[in-house]
């Protein structure tokens, strides 16, 4: 059995349509006009356990919707999920005590309480016993550097302290699988850095399953071994991140410092026959485009270097990032970034409404 089995999920919002000018303002006070916004649009995937899996796309694409229905915050509208075995919606008392979510932009600690009572709110909450719940927090404690900050309130802690805090208490209870809603928005590489190493080893050392959405691909480079890439709230792309290079990155770039002049047409006439893209940076300097999967590298540099005077040489991998902005921007799909927006408000309405109700 998978951790998470999607099957054919959709999720629909109402979103009013203000009419304009003062008459269009007093007849929506009377009588409001709504359009249905698809949020999710009929997806399907899996994940098998001990997995870490990023969940990409823009603004509005419908990650965090996603991640709502994973968690239960959400109803679809219509399709199958299970995570551990649970209809998250349906089977909230049992399902949530396998689950930890973290929402980078929204916090499970009380505010004005230090850390630690936040840490035993957490454990009544989730029934964790008190042996499990001391083995735990120590390990916690120790892998996040969190000894000296347990009793400051979480108001007063930095946003770093405050996202390694964020994921303890989502550990506390030993979850199997966890959401991860952009988990290092606005952190320094140094945070951002301890918190992928943590997760890399509690995902080899407990197997937990982890599915991350992130706008920073370095993130999904140092943690994923696949990747969904979601656009107006369909995937488009669903595999391993080496794949996806090959069938849409462009292939290497590579510098090269000249100790001479050099010019483009003498470039051109010592790889002649060759698929490469040339470019001067200056006299001295160019660099050459190769192609993924098209021209090997080494011969291209056995034709230049055993020719010219080269000082230094550079190879540049495109890498996950400059990938995925070419083919949002290559026109691969038609979404509108105000719908996303519209859905995303509706979102936040009807979570609210949805929790108010749990």
């Keep these: 059995m998978p951790a998470i089995d999607v099957q054919l999920l959709r999720k629909d919002f109402k979103v009013q349509q203000n009419r304009g000018g003062l008459k269009g303002?007093?007849?929506?006070?009377?009588?409001?006009?709504?359009?249905?916004?698809?949020?999710?649009?009929?997806?399907?995937?899996?994940?098998?356990?001990?997995?870490?899996?990023?969940y990409i796309g823009e603004n509005g694409a419908g990650k965090s919707t996603t991640i709502k229905m994973l968690t239960g915050i959400l109803v679809p509208t219509s399709g199958e999920i299970r995570v551990n075995g649970f209809v998250p919606y349906k089977e909230r008392e049992k399902f949530v005590s396998g689950i930890g979510v973290v929402f980078g932009q929204r916090s499970q600690l009380w505010w004005d309480i230090g850390v630690i009572e936040s840490f035993q709110l957490l454990k009544k909450v989730y029934r964790v016993s008190d042996q499990d719940f001391k083995v735990r927090l120590d390990e916690l404690v120790q892998r996040l550097q969190l000894e000296d900050i347990l009793s400051r309130p979480v108001r007063k802690l930095s946003l770093g302290q405050r996202m390694r805090c964020e994921l303890a208490a989502s550990l506390l209870h030993n979850p199997s699988i966890l959401f991860l809603d952009e988990p290092t928005i606005g952190l320094d590489i140094v945070v951002k850095t301890e918190i992928r190493e943590f997760l890399i080893s509690m995902n080899q050392r407990y197997g937990t399953t982890i599915l991350l959405t992130t706008h920073d691909l370095q993130d999904i480079e140092a943690l994923?071994?696949?990747?969904?890439?979601?656009?107006?709230?369909?995937?488009?792309?669903?595999?391993?991140?080496?794949?996806?290079?090959?069938?849409?990155?462009?292939?290497?770039e590579v510098f090269l410092d000249f100790d001479n002049p050099i010019t483009l047409a003498r470039l051109h006439e010592l790889t002649a026959g060759l698929e490469t893209a040339w470019e001067l940076i200056d006299e001295r300097r160019a660099k050459v485009l190769i192609p993924q999967d098209r021209v090997n590298i080494s011969e291209v540099l056995s034709r230049v270097v055993g020719v010219l005077s080269i000082r230094d040489i550079k190879i540049v991998e495109i890498n996950t990032e400059d990938i995925v902005r070419e083919i949002y921007k290559s026109g691969s799909s038609n979404s509108s970034s105000n719908t996303g927006d519209n859905a995303d408000i509706t979102s936040e309405k009807e979570e609210k409404e949805t929790i108010g109700h749990a």
């Design 25 to 54: 303002a007093l007849q929506d006070l009377f009588q409001r006009q709504y359009k249905e916004v698809a949020a999710v649009k009929d997806i399907s995937f899996q994940i098998p356990k001990g997995e870490i899996c990023g």
């Design 224 to 252: 994923c071994s696949r990747v969904i890439m979601l656009d107006d709230g369909r995937i488009i792309y669903d595999g391993g991140l080496e794949e996806l290079k090959a069938k849409w990155g462009k292939g290497k």
